[in-house]
């Protein structure tokens, strides 16, 4: 779902090389690119390749300014609860341009500073420039769903979404780490996206729950981490049917949300529980008449093959089934 990438520094060409960036993410965003650069003076250039998700209009093109001009933001993602902070951004005396979740999150940051990534209830990686602060923003939704990737040398600061795309720049290095890569072939529940340091030595990444704010004039970086996992307080007294009822309530509402868009959405449906209850959830939602697609991968004659479970959630729900069975060629 989209996909971002930008520059500071390389104050001439840098509006090349985002987009020989974006060019290797085009699979991300098959609907729109966009390329700009500060014209403050500030060696800041932003680019954005678009899946058009929410308001398919030409105005949620980015990088989105500002009416101002003052901030531009290139963003990859979804807030989920975009209408409900619009709502409370228009009672603030905000106007909108657009219907989307992109102008809200520029507007957000106007009236709450880095406050504004508490609200948010999303999936998302984004990166917003202030102009008369010469700050850029970078922050990385609190599960790590969307990548945020990233770059430095003495003279620039570069982001992307996907290795291939950072390393288009020129003064990152190849090089990566053998014993990393080995570790994670031998044993792939160590994952490579666990550490800041990635498997190229050069990259590093932001981890989920992160913010980092980069001065665009001394490239002076500060991380910070603006969510962390609260234990609740309580749950150990009290009754366990209060619990499960508040859990059903939570996750219904969480469905509900994912359910704003304005092209079709659907459903991954494995067999298993999450995904059996998330689809239940959607067609209790959206009711017997709205149409529903689910797309299950099936592995015939092994035990990751879980078709026998994911038939019964199909003929339940009057879903419409697609299916595919990967093979190793």
């Not at 228009?90 to 106007?95: D, L, S």
């Not at 700050?135 to 290795?163: N, Q």
Request: proline residues 4%.
């Amino acid at each position: 779902m989209c996909g971002i990438a930008g520059i500071v520094g390389s104050p001439e060409g840098g509006a090349r090389q985002v987009a020989r960036m974006l060019s290797l993410q085009v699979h991300r965003g098959p609907d729109g690119s966009g390329v700009w650069s500060a014209p403050s003076g500030d060696p800041v250039t932003l680019g954005h390749r678009r899946l058009s998700i929410i308001d398919l209009s030409g105005g949620n093109s980015q990088p989105m300014l500002d009416v101002s001009g003052r901030f531009a933001l290139t963003y990859n993602g979804e807030i989920y609860n975009y209408r409900e902070l619009a709502a409370e951004l228009v009672a603030g005396g905000v106007v909108f341009r657009t219907h989307g979740d992109t102008e809200v999150v520029l507007e957000a940051y106007k009236r709450w500073g880095t406050g504004c990534l508490d609200r948010f209830n999303g999936m998302f990686a984004f990166a917003l420039y202030d102009g008369v602060r010469g700050i850029l923003l970078c922050a990385r939704d609190r599960y790590g769903e969307k990548p945020f990737l990233f770059g430095t040398g003495s003279e620039f600061f570069a982001f992307a979404s996907e290795y291939k795309a950072l390393l288009q720049h020129p003064g990152l290095s190849l090089e990566f780490d053998e014993m990393r890569l080995l570790r994670a072939a031998y044993n792939a529940s160590t994952g490579l996206d666990c550490d800041r340091q990635t498997l190229y030595h050069a990259v590093h990444q932001l981890l989920p729950g992160e913010a980092m704010e980069v001065d665009v004039r001394t490239l002076k970086q500060r991380i910070w981490r603006y969510w962390e996992i609260a234990a609740p307080v309580g749950y150990d007294c009290r009754p366990e049917g209060e619990i499960f009822s508040e859990f059903r309530e939570i996750l219904t509402d969480s469905v509900r949300l994912r359910l704003r868009s304005d092209v079709a959405v659907g459903s991954c449906l494995s067999g298993g529980l999450d995904s059996s209850a998330i689809v239940c959830i959607a067609r209790s939602l959206l009711g017997d008449d709205v149409p529903y697609m689910t797309f299950t991968g099936r592995f015939p004659g092994t035990a990751a093959d879980e078709w026998e479970y994911a038939t019964q959630v199909i003929d339940t729900t009057a879903v419409t089934s697609h299916v595919v069975e990967p093979t190793a060629d």
